[in-house]
Nanobody
Framework: QVQLVESGGGSVQPGGSLRLSCVVSGMTTDSVCMAWFRQAPGKKREEREGVAYIYIGSGSTDYADSVKDRFIISQDNAKNTVYLQMNRLKPEDTATYYC??????????????????WGSGTLVFISS
């Protein structure tokens, strides 16, 4: 059974950095796309935004325009962990961040509705 556990959220001032971690267990294949989604306060589940994606088999990545050049998604296979390094944070980055995985695919998947495994989320709050 696949399980995802996020950590690393917290409160930081604008311009600061945070690194989120997602520890993965129960995964038995590299044919996996993993992603970080975020849901801003007051937004509905349908409005959850994908911010970064990584295909485990190849390491290919992609980012939402809103975070490109500020966020970096990476993987450490030895630790079964996917990271999201977030730099130059802005108030609009405030959200609950979720790690997600979809198994048995061969490319990056951007639609949240195709992801079948989710963590419980970690809150990131940007405020001066």
């Amino acid at each position: 059974q696949v399980q995802l556990v996020e950590s690393g959220g917290g409160s930081v001032q604008p311009g600061g950095s945070l690194r989120l971690s997602c520890v993965v267990s129960g995964m038995t294949t590299d044919s996996v796309c993993m992603a970080w989604f975020r849901q801003a306060p007051g937004k509905k589940r349908e409005e959850r935004e994908g911010v970064a994606y990584i295909y485990i088999g190849s390491g290919s990545t992609d980012y939402a325009d809103s975070v490109k050049d500020r966020f970096i998604i990476s993987q450490d296979n030895a630790k079964n962990t996917v990271y999201l390094q977030m730099n130059r944070l802005k108030p609009e980055d405030t959200a609950t961040y979720y790690c997600a995985a979809v198994v048995g695919v061969r490319w990056l998947v951007r639609s949240q509705w195709e992801y079948d495994h989710w963590g419980s989320g970690t809150l990131v709050f940007i405020s001066s």
